[in-house]
């Protein structure tokens, strides 16, 4: 007998919290309906042409808005910016909650472009698909802004961490027998 979904829905939750990923904020905005939200599935998708990708619950209040927007950004926070993760993942705000204390702008596209952030990746929406409780956004890459600074966060074992020690070369090697 196979176990039931719940049980492998906590199993996967428990184990996927041992695997460490980087923690990016998501906006856009419509009018003057303006959303964000912490993501922690953000990656490159491809070069030709330069595409990232992320997913968001279809039950959250972001989910309607990016669903109709044509562009958003993706922030990636550094170390000293972890309040903002936080303050993005804060579920049941409002818009003006969101970004009311936030310093912000919007930018040519339309989108909320948080201040002072590591890294902007300014997208043009692209494709999206139905996967399970969540949906996949595809972005098409039409601007990054990446300044110098402390490296992006990640979250791993429902904690946020910094990047850690490089492993040495002598244990990447793969020994044969």
């Given at each position: ?30 009018g ?19 595409l ?64 002072n ?61």
């Amino acid at each position: 007998m196979e176990p039931s979904k719940e049980k492998n829905a906590e199993a996967l939750k428990k184990t996927m919290r041992k695997l460490p990923f980087p923690v990016a904020i998501a906006t856009t905005a419509i009018g003057k309906e303006k959303r964000g939200v912490t993501i922690g599935s953000f990656t490159s998708l491809s070069m030709d042409p330069p595409l990232v990708s992320f997913n968001i619950d279809r039950n959250s209040q972001m989910h309607d808005l990016i669903s109709r927007a044509t562009h958003f950004a993706i922030h990636l926070p550094d170390y000293e910016q972890c309040r903002l993760c936080d303050h993005f993942a804060i579920p049941g705000q409002s818009g003006e909650e969101q970004f009311g204390k936030v310093d912000h702008y919007r930018n040519g596209y339309g989108s909320p472009i948080l201040k002072n952030i590591s890294a902007i990746i300014q997208c043009r929406a692209y494709e999206q698909f139905k996967a399970g409780d969540h949906s996949i956004f595809v972005g098409e890459v039409i601007e990054v802004d990446h300044r110098e600074s402390e490296p992006s966060i990640l979250y791993y074992d429902q904690s946020y961490r910094s990047v850690g020690e490089k492993v040495p070369q002598m244990a990447r090697v793969h020994k044969s027998a």
